[in-house]
């Protein structure tokens, strides 16, 4: 049973940087083949998509971070990093990541609330941005 921890949120000035990460463990196939995404929920809304990153090296943003989040992931050390720069306010929200085998970056991004079942996700981590 694949495992997710994140780490890395708090408080930051808008303008400011936070790097996100994801410590997975208990991958069933090679964790190499598994598609991980960034997701987050802001208070009051939906979870949405993020980041996207699958086993090819593809990787997807979402359009209203796509210039300012990086994803990444080391598969040797089995974690997920988010590299967050220019956060405004409006990025505050809890951060969770997700695992799925053998999704495309593309599917993953195209999460739907409700509708979308990923293998895993994490318990999440608060990153807060003030103006």
């Known amino acids: 049973q694949v495992q997710l921890v994140e780490s890395g949120g708090g408080s930051v000035q808008a303008g400011g940087s936070l790097r996100l990460s994801c410590a997975a463990s208990?991958?069933?196939?090679?964790?190499?083949?598994?598609?991980m995404g960034w997701f987050r929920q802001a208070p009051g809304k939906e979870r949405e998509a993020v980041a996207a990153?699958?086993?090819?090296?593809?990787?997807m943003y979402a359009d209203s971070v796509k210039g300012r989040f990086t994803i990444s992931k080391d598969n040797a050390k089995n974690t997920l990093y988010l590299q967050m720069n220019s956060l405004k306010s409006e990025d505050t929200a809890m951060y969770y990541c997700?695992?799925?085998?053998?999704?495309?970056?593309?599917?993953?991004?195209?999460?739907?609330?409700?509708?979308?079942?990923?293998?895993?996700w994490g318990q999440g981590t608060l990153v807060t941005v003030s103006s």
């Open positions: 997700a695992a799925d085998f053998a999704t495309t970056a593309q599917s993953m991004m195209s999460y739907s609330p409700g509708y979308s079942a990923f293998d895993a």
């Open positions: 208990g991958f069933t196939y090679s964790s190499a083949s598994y598609c």
């Open positions: 990153i699958d086993s090819t090296g593809s990787t």
